[in-house]
């Protein structure tokens, strides 16, 4: 079983949709990251957190210490959030990826 | 505009050339990363700068040489590369080893 599983790997979505998107994992964190990949390959951080919530525009990371888990959430989704997002760990100097959720967004 | 510079973009070379990939940042952070990313699978860990001194080698193939001049610096240099290896080679950079990380846009790098 991978550390970091991510789901689901794809999702279609319509524009103005809500997005969730998950991230579970199975070995102690310092933090966890979620980052953006667009077409092309450049990466951009999104969130570094390591309990609670945040929120940023329409995007919402969410992060459960204790059931191992963080969730990305993406309200009235636009077509310019088509990506792959990836959900990293971080314990002290490791760091762990998740293989990426794809997005898709259609007008 | 990410703050972390990779040259060059694209890269095709054959499997007995030698070549560089370059990463530049001037963010004032003191750690560097290289990461591969193969179609289909998660970013691979490869080399982690802190301070110029280099810190983790992820049992990368000796063909993969990096170099860290200073600390806004970072190169890979490659030779002899196989097939396999080609991939996206993302650079990375971060105030201190463990925190939030910049991304570079990537060296899409081909083997014939």
């Known amino acids: 079983k991978n550390e970091v599983e991510q789901s689901p790997q794809n999702l279609t979505a319509q524009e103005g949709e809500f997005i969730t998107i998950n991230c579970s994992y199975s070995v102690g964190i310092s933090a966890l990251h979620w980052l953006q990949q667009h077409p092309g390959g450049g990466i951009v951080s999104l969130f570094m957190?390591?309990?609670g919530k945040k929120k940023h525009g329409r995007l919402i990371a969410t992060i459960n210490i204790q059931e191992k888990h963080s969730s990305l959430h993406i309200t009235a989704s636009h077509p310019r959030d088509s990506a792959v997002y990836i959900c990293a760990l971080y314990n002290n100097n490791d760091m762990r990826f998740g293989a990426g959720t794809r997005l898709t967004v259609k007008p | 505009e990410t703050g972390v510079t990779q040259t060059p973009r694209h890269l095709v070379m054959g499997m007995t050339n030698k070549k560089s990939l370059k990463c530049e940042q001037h963010?004032?952070?003191?750690?560097m990363y290289w990461y591969k990313q193969s179609a289909k699978k998660p970013l691979e860990l490869m080399f982690v700068y802190n301070f110029k001194e280099q810190t983790e080698n992820n049992s990368v193939p000796s063909r993969f040489s990096p170099e860290c001049p200073n600390s806004s610096h970072l190169f890979l240099h490659l030779h002899t590369l196989q097939p396999e290896d080609s991939a996206l080679y993302l650079c990375?950079?971060?105030?201190?080893?463990?925190?939030?990380?910049?991304f570079g846009d990537g060296t899409r790098l081909s083997i014939l």
């Open positions: 963010l004032g952070h003191n750690a």
């Open positions: 990375a950079s971060s105030q201190s080893r463990g925190g939030p990380q910049h």
């Open positions: 957190l390591s309990s």
